[in-house]
């Protein structure tokens, strides 16, 4: 049986599958078919018994409107991917949503769908391969010894997220990556010769990439022999560029954007049957096509000879083969765990918690080797590092701190794509502000469940006099409407601590950390008050049970917060003070708990912080009160502008007041 036929059974999957939903995108898996079918069936290793068997070749589905092309192959290759599961497409709660989604589809290596995060994402993978085979292959035993490979179209490279991520793997010598280039010269508004005209090859070739130019996506002879080649190549990263027919075998649709994102109907399938000879009923894979696609056994094979080495590599390297082990089951090391611990009930001098969120990875970062991660050019500013960081770079593939540039969004996507592979925990670092141009590589961390770490630095308008630009002001309510995503804002160093640790014990929730570049006061606590931090939300100063009134604050605005309740404790107005550094683990706390720190139907409450308010009316009730941002910043020194917009305990203490003398 040939290899035109095993194409298209991917061919009328997609087909089939995409008319049944009325919805969908053909045109990439018809296109793509004769590449995947050499790539998966030669070369891919992988065990669909085991779809984490860890030494397994990723594959990456960047344009993931093509989401048909993916569950073909799973489905043929023998995947728990059924073909009721295929004529489920894009139906509620079915394995095979719109676009690729790793958490709901075994095989999915990845969620895709925003072009080029996919891309961006491989470069994560690769880099964690790199990585970890530095670390734990020894002479003879290459335990860590796999490819990266993705599939990215026009859209992919468009995307200015591809420029960054793919710079930065040119830079790093990523050898393992190698991208097929989907050169259908097709986009949704059409030919793209009209707004993508630049040279990829050259670009790519400047980025330091192994250029395998003019490959015949159609002609199995040459994807074979480009692959081969792209395998060779020991020092580059590496783009095939493929040219293919978007909708191959359609005489109606072929090569042009009527079969990008439409069905082409059952009449047009009739046609595109009788064309390349498929004498099959929609859904229909006879057996023997099943037969030469199957790779249980082959995969089998592969997974039991790894496992083979893998336990000689046990009997040398007992040291490594555990602790590799423990990543991989993503336990926290006890020292990780107690250093903490012990920091939190420390007492600590005053300083901004952009360095006390260094202080504390130089508790734990030595004793967490799969901690990786690096800042978007702002290492002195972000201070995300712990003493002794070794750089990760080609000469040095074992270093833990990775230089990204000036690259936020290609820095996110790349973490998710590092955490994915599996036996790592990135964080990733930039201004808060600038938390903007990575926002839906975070989103993507939250939708895929990844506990990704982002440290946000000069979280306010109190950073100063690099003015508006910089200052921060709508960043942290937008980033907690971010479903599945915990945002702090911590106000000494014992919640900075606490924070962190609620990051690294984290399996399915990324955190960001939005933290200051002035410096804070440490909080005076009792134990009881320490032990609440972990709650997100605590009492933090209260003189009565029965307070007149409430305020809420996050951050550097927590001390000036309890300053006003201290100074009004001499006219006999008593105040509770809340610190809330992190809403959504306060909100997942129980009612009772909740009810204690807020009780129900009390009306004078003050929020504080300072930036926007909108995610504080929950708290503040209808009779309530903020003290928040409603403009941009200004230029001037943090504690200038931080007064010009009301924040200080002056004005605390007399909006309080207002409050209680408005509501009585």
Not at 152 to 175: F, P, V, W, Y
Not at 375 to 398: E, I, Q, V, W
Request: with cysteine; aromatic share 10%.
């Amino acid at each position: 049986m040939n290899n035109r036929t095993l194409a298209n059974a991917i061919r009328f999957l997609s087909i089939d599958a995409v008319n049944a939903a009325n919805s969908g995108h053909p045109g990439a898996p018809m296109g793509m078919a004769d590449v995947a079918t050499i790539l998966w069936r030669e070369f891919l290793k992988h065990n669909p018994k085991n779809p984490n068997w860890f030494n397994r070749d990723r594959f990456v589905l960047s344009n993931g409107h093509g989401s048909m092309l993916l569950y073909s192959l799973l489905h043929l290759t023998g995947y728990k991917l059924s073909i009721n599961d295929i004529k489920n497409f894009r139906q509620i709660e079915s394995k095979t949503p719109g676009h690729p989604e790793c958490d709901i589809t075994d095989g999915v290596e990845t969620t895709t769908g925003p072009l080029g995060q996919g891309i961006a994402n491989g470069v994560g993978l690769a880099l964690a391969e790199k990585n970890l085979a530095a670390e734990y292959n020894k002479a003879g035993n290459n335990l860590i010894d796999h490819y990266t490979y993705v599939f990215a179209g026009d859209g992919c490279l468009m995307e200015g997220i591809s420029h960054e991520a793919c710079s930065l793997a040119g830079t790093m010598k990523l050898n393992k990556l190698i991208v097929f280039y989907d050169m259908n010269s097709i986009s949704i508004d059409g030919n793209i010769d009209g707004w993508f005209t630049e040279d990829v090859p050259s670009r790519f070739k400047s980025y330091g990439w192994n250029v395998i130019k003019n490959v015949n996506g159609h002609d199995f002879t040459n994807i074979r022999t480009a692959i081969k080649n792209a395998q060779s190549e020991k020092n580059r990263p590496t783009i095939i560029c493929c040219k293919t027919v978007i909708g191959y075998g359609s005489p109606k649709f072929q090569g042009t954007s009527k079969v990008h994102g439409a069905p082409i109907g059952y009449e047009e399938a009739d046609v595109v049957r009788k064309k390349l000879g498929w004498k099959y009923d929609p859904f229909e894979i006879p057996r023997e096509i099943y037969n030469k696609w199957n790779s249980l056994e082959k995969g089998e094979k592969l997974e039991t000879a790894w496992n083979k080495k893998l336990q000689k590599y046990k009997k040398v390297f007992k040291k490594e083969y555990q602790e590799l082990n423990r990543r991989i089951n993503k336990k926290v090391p006890q020292v990780v765990l107690k250093n903490l611990d012990r920091f939190i009930n420390m007492n600590h001098k005053p300083m901004a918690t952009r360095k006390s969120s260094q202080m504390v990875m130089s508790e734990f970062g030595r004793h967490m080797p799969e901690l990786i991660g690096g800042s978007a050019d702002l290492k002195g500013s972000n201070l995300s590092y712990y003493d002794d960081m070794d750089t990760f770079s080609f000469n040095n593939p074992s270093g833990k701190y990775i230089y990204y540039g000036v690259r936020e969004f290609g820095m996110s996507a790349i973490s998710n794509g590092i955490y994915l592979h599996g036996a790592m925990r990135p964080f990733a670092s930039t201004f808060l502000i600038f938390s903007e141009y990575a926002k839906n590589g975070i989103r993507m961390s939250a939708l895929m469940k990844l506990p990704i770490t982002y440290i946000f630095t000069h979280d306010s308008i109190g950073l100063g006099e690099d003015g508006p630009t910089h200052q921060a002001v709508e960043q942290v309510s937008s980033l907690r409407l971010v479903p599945d995503l915990d945002v702090w804002r911590p106000a000494d160093t014992q919640e900075t601590a606490v924070a962190w640790k609620h990051a690294i014990v984290s399996n399915s929730r990324p955190t960001a950390l939005a933290l200051s570049r002035q410096t804070l006061n440490e909080i005076p606590k009792t134990q009881s008050q320490k032990n609440n931090i972990s709650k997100g939300g605590y009492i933090v100063y209260d003189n009565s049970n029965h307070p007149d009134g409430i305020i809420i604050a996050t951050g550097s605005e927590v001390s000036i917060s309890i300053e006003a309740a201290k100074e009004l404790e001499s006219k006999n107005v008593h105040i509770r003070v809340i610190s809330m550094p992190c809403q959504e683990l306060f909100e997942r706390q129980s009612n009772a708990y909740k009810n204690k720190c807020i009780p129900e139907h009390f009306d004078n409450i003050l929020a504080v912080e300072s930036g926007k308010g909108d995610t504080w009316y929950k708290y503040i009730g209808k009779r309530g009160s903020m003290i928040t941002m409603e403009s941009f910043g200004l230029s001037g020194t943090g504690d200038d502008v931080m007064k010009y917009f009301g924040f200080t305990t002056q004005n605390i203490k007399k909006e309080i007041q207002k409050l209680i003398n408005t509501n009585r």
